[in-house]
C-alpha cells in the first residue's frame, strides 16, 4: 500500500485544527506546522517506519518557505505517493469576528497601531497573498458558514472518495448568508418557484418528496436542471485533462432548503454515473446544536 498524505493549509482561523482532529479520528499520524523544508526528509522517515496514512498541516508561520511546497509535492507524486491537497478558507469579515471574539494575534499582525481591526484585516489579506499559490492548486472548503461537525464530516467524506482524476462536489446554499469561496462555478436558482410559499411544504426541504413533486411540475426547473447539465457535461473532460482533482459546483437559492438542494440532489444522481460525486447541503447541514466554528484554540 502507498503511502497516502493529505496536506492542509489555509487561513488562520479557519479551522486547520479541527480538519486535523477528523483525520486523526480517521487513523491519520497528524504533524501540526511543518516547516517546508522538512517536508522531504519527514516523509522518507515516515516510509521507513511503515506508515500508510499521514495528515500535515502548514501556515503561514512557515510564510518565508512556502513556496518550496509546490515542488516538493511534485518530487513526492514521482514517488508514488498519493497526495490529497486541502486547503481551508474564511471571508474576511469572519476571520475578523473570530479572532475578535477570543482577542488572540493574527500570526502575522506586528502592528502597534491604534486601529486593530484595520491592521487585522491587512495580515488577513497579506496572508491570502502568500497562500495564493497553495490555494490555487488545492481542494478548497470554506468554513465561513459551518459548525465544526459540518467541516469534519466533509474533510472525511473526502479522504474516503476513491482515488479519481476528478471529484465533482455540488453544494447548496443560501445567498443571503453568502456564496461559498469555494464553489468553481455558481449557479442562481432563485428565479424558480419557491415552495416556501406553499404553507405544506414550507417545512420541509429539497429531499422530501413532496416538495420534489412540486418542483417537478414546473417546466423552469427541468429547464434549469438540462441548462445546468448540459454546461457542465460539456466542461469536466476539459477540466479532468486539465489535471484537476476536484471541481465544487454551488446552487445557490434565497434559503438553501428546497430549490437549491432539489437541484443538488438530482444533479448528484446523474453525473454520479461517470464522475465520483459528492453532496453537500451548507444550510441543512448546519442546523443542529454543536456551535459553529469559532476563534479558539481549535481552529488555529
Known amino acids: 500500500m502507498k503511502l497516502e498524505i493529505v496536506l492542509i493549509t489555509g487561513m488562520s482561523g479557519s479551522g486547520k485544527s479541527v480538519a486535523l482532529h477528523a483525520l486523526e479520528d480517521a487513523g491519520y499520524y497528524c504533524v501540526d506546522n511543518l516547516p517546508p523544508e522538512l517536508l522531504l526528509n519527514f516523509v522518507k522517515l515516515e516510509q521507513t517506519q511503515g506508515a500508510k496514512k499521514v495528515a500535515i498541516a502548514m501556515d503561514v508561520r512557515s510564510a518565508t518557505a512556502l513556496p518550496l511546497v509546490p515542488q516538493h509535492l511534485e518530487t513526492l507524486r514521482k514517488q508514488g505517493v498519493h497526495i490529497k491537497s486541502l486547503f481551508l478558507d474564511s471571508a474576511t469579515d469572519t476571520l475578523v469576528r473570530r479572532y475578535s471574539e477570543t482577542r488572540r494575534k493574527h500570526p502575522l499582525s506586528r502592528s502597534e497601531r491604534t486601529d486593530q481591526q484595520h491592521a487585522l484585516v491587512e495580515a488577513i489579506e497579506l496572508e491570502r497573498e502568500l497562500l495564493a499559490d497553495l490555494r490555487e492548486k488545492a481542494h478548497v472548503l470554506d468554513t465561513s458558514f459551518i459548525r465544526a461537525s459540518q467541516l469534519q464530516g466533509y474533510i472525511k467524506s473526502l ?12 453544494e447548496s446554499f443560501a445567498f443571503k448568508r453568502g456564496i461559498p ?7 442562481d436558482v432563485r428565479m424558480l418557484p419557491n415552495p416556501h410559499y406553499e404553507p ?7 429531499r422530501d418528496d413532496a416538495v420534489a413533486a ?12 438540462n441548462d445546468i447539465e448540459k454546461f457542465l457535461t460539456h466542461w469536466l473532460e476539459p477540466l479532468a ?60
Open 159 to 170: 479522504i474516503a472518495a476513491p482515488e479519481a482524476q476528478l471529484t465533482l462536489v455540488f
Open 214 to 225: 412540486f418542483l417537478r411540475q414546473s417546466p423552469d426547473v427541468a429547464q434549469m436542471f
Open 200 to 206: 405544506d411544504l414550507r417545512p420541509l426541504t429539497g
Open 241 to 300: 485533462r486539465d489535471h484537476r482533482s476536484y471541481v465544487t459546483v454551488g446552487i445557490g437559492c434565497t434559503g438553501g432548503q428546497h430549490r437549491s438542494v432539489y437541484l443538488v440532489e438530482q444533479l448528484a444522481a446523474t453525473f454520479s454515473k461517470r464522475w465520483v460525486t459528492l453532496k453537500r447541503h451548507r444550510e441543512l447541514d448546519a442546523r443542529g446544536d454543536l456551535p459553529p466554528i469559532s476563534g479558539g484554540a481549535t481552529v488555529f
Open 181 to 187: 469561496v469555494d464553489a468553481d462555478f455558481v449557479f
